[in-house]
């Protein structure tokens, strides 16, 4: 997989973020960030804990106030001044393990307007189980949330965001709690979707090596963008060598190799 | 209510000779599924506390009323507790404090008030009403009242139960689907509000809160998806309410509290089959 070439970005579209700042009582978290996303390209998103990377994805939906702008410009025409489609991917859900939410109930409450509690539309389990088996989940969709393993939670939520198709895909920290093989795969897929329908990717990831070989771009953040460049020019930035206290940019150049690597150790806390 | 009198006396038990026993009969079936629907979503958010605090914190409500000089205190009531939810709501979201500190902090202080304000004078046992509840003194313009409220509740649900349930199973998720998430919520603190502190002189404030979520968390045990988790809540609670309605006529007990301790042997129940 050649991760840093820009041949497959259509390019056409683009998603600008300018002077976005964001401050929640006196802390400053986000300031003068600007940002442009070019559909069919994934960009990695990497900083310091508190350096405001879920912070930028919540701005961006629009759930925390901001400062700047979001405009998208679309490739047609006709789709000037439309709000884009936004996917999201979160960390976690807000729920303890032994709620009785099936992952159809999941994404028949989130895509579709019929009460869940009176039960699902054959339409909409259909359509479930078609993004499901995108990701890998067949045998998925009758299980609780509670009872699926962190890969498996992050694949049903990774086929949610893509149902229906967005323009852009925000993904936090989406391999947590997985293990390398399946992280390894997780990033396949999504790299392959990115090809398969044009998208444009935010990922934030503290999985270093492992992005770095699948994202086209990475921008280093820490209350603003230090760094923006391919994974190799962004480790080099001495400010990121710095704060990892390890120098990336020898390993980045070894693509489908995976090296084991706890983020927690990787991390200054 | 003449035709559900006319069909209920027909039938050979002592309790269905009664006329109170009819009303408040009539009351339990339709309160049970209000509380049945919207414990379902108040345990999978997580917020049995807050419900037992907005209904704690009718003591105020009815210490306001009661120097305001109003006959009937359920409005200030109501005032009172729509006011604290919402508060408590901003407050879940903007304090770095447990949300658990800030609702017992609120409960308590409303409770004192509220104590305060009504034992001056030494005349807090008229109140004391309040506390246990009083089901078999049901009007039937209260009955009207707990009709509208089920069906309002049914309605809310009907069009904005997705909407809910995506806010509060991730706020940024139900966001980048549209969701206006503030709206959702401080729709959901006002229903639960209002739907308690209305039950509050039938049903009790000590007692108020486990028919709210009793009947979930036993749902909870036995559903595998939310379908069933918020039918077998509704049986669940209507069940329990009839059954303790009907044994507080023979055992002469306040209804509100053997409604619960049924409530709570259907949880045990429930505890075993999920054990299997």
């Not at chain 1, 047609?76 to 996917?87: E, L, Q, S, T, V």
């Not at chain 1, 489908?256 to 806390?269: D, F, Q, S, Y």
């Not at chain 2, 979201?93 to 304000?117: E, K, N, Q």
């Amino acid at each position: 997989m050649e991760a840093n070439t820009s041949a497959s970005h259509c390019g056409a579209c683009c998603t600008k973020i300018e002077d976005l700042g964001v401050t929640i009582g006196s802390a400053t978290i986000l300031d003068h960030v600007n940002l442009h996303l070019h559909c069919g390209e994934l960009i990695a998103l990497i900083g310091p804990n508190g350096a405001g990377k879920t912070t930028l994805l919540r701005a961006m939906l629009g759930e925390l106030p901001h400062t700047g702008e979001l405009r998208f410009v679309p490739v047609r025409k006709d789709a000037r001044g439309k709000k884009p489609r936004i996917g999201y991917v979160p960390q976690k859900l807000d729920m303890d393990s032994l709620a009785p939410i099936s992952v159809r109930d999941l994404f028949a409450g989130a895509t579709s307007r019929w009460p869940t509690w009176l039960g699902c539309s054959a339409g909409v389990s259909k359509e479930a189980q078609r993004m499901l088996a995108i990701v890998g989940g067949n045998s998925l969709i009758d299980k609780k949330l509670g009872a699926l393993s962190c890969g498996e939670l992050q694949r049903v939520l990774l086929a949610l965001a893509l149902t229906p198709v967005p323009e852009i895909l925000l993904l936090d920290e989406p391999v947590s709690g997985v293990d390398q093989a399946g992280i390894e795969l997780f990033y396949q897929m999504v790299s392959q979707f990115r090809k398969d329908f044009d998208l444009a990717i935010l990922l934030i990831s503290h999985d270093l090596p492992a992005v770095a070989s699948f994202a086209d771009r990475m921008i280093f953040l820490n209350r603003t963008i230090l760094a923006d460049g391919t994974p190799r020019e962004v480790f080099g930035h001495p400010v990121v060598r710095q704060t990892f206290g390890y120098d990336f940019s020898a390993t980045a150049a070894l693509r489908k190799t995976v090296i084991p690597l706890h983020h927690g150790g990787a991390e200054k806390k | 209510m003449n035709g559900w009198h006319a069909f209920l006396g027909q039938l050979p038990f002592d309790w269905a000779q009664y006329a109170f026993m009819l009303n408040a009969l009539l009351a339990v079936i339709l309160v049970s599924p209000l509380f049945a629907l919207l414990g379902c979503m108040v345990i999978n958010n997580q917020m049995a506390f807050f419900s037992e605090a907005i209904g704690h914190a009718a003591l105020t409500g009815i210490a306001i009323g009661v120097l305001a000089g109003l006959g009937n205190p359920l409005w200030s009531m109501i005032a009172v507790a729509i006011l604290l939810a919402f508060a408590i709501t901003l407050f879940r979201r903007y304090s770095a404090a447990s949300a658990d500190t800030i609702i017992g902090l609120v409960m308590s202080f409303a409770v004192a008030l509220g104590v305060v304000l009504l034992s001056r004078g030494g005349g807090f046992a008229k109140y004391s009403r309040y506390l246990i509840g009083d089901i078999l003194t049901i009007t039937p313009n209260e009955i009207a009242g707990a009709a509208a409220m089920l069906a309002g509740v049914a309605l809310l649900w009907m069009f904005f139960f997705n909407r809910f349930f995506l806010t509060f199973l991730n706020r940024p998720l139900a966001k980048s689907r549209g969701i206006n998430v503030w709206f959702m919520e401080a729709l959901f603190a006002a229903a639960v509000a209002l739907v308690v502190t209305v039950s509050i002189p039938w049903i009790g404030l000590l007692v108020i809160n486990s028919l709210l979520i009793l009947p979930a968390a036993a749902a909870r045990n036995l559903a595998r998806n939310t379908a069933q988790y918020h039918a077998s809540a509704v049986a669940i609670s209507l069940v329990s309410g009839i059954l303790g309605l009907i044994g507080s006529f023979y055992w002469n007990t306040a209804s509100g509290a053997t409604i619960v301790l049924f409530a709570m042997a259907f949880f045990a129940a429930s505890l075993v089959l999920r054990r299997r």
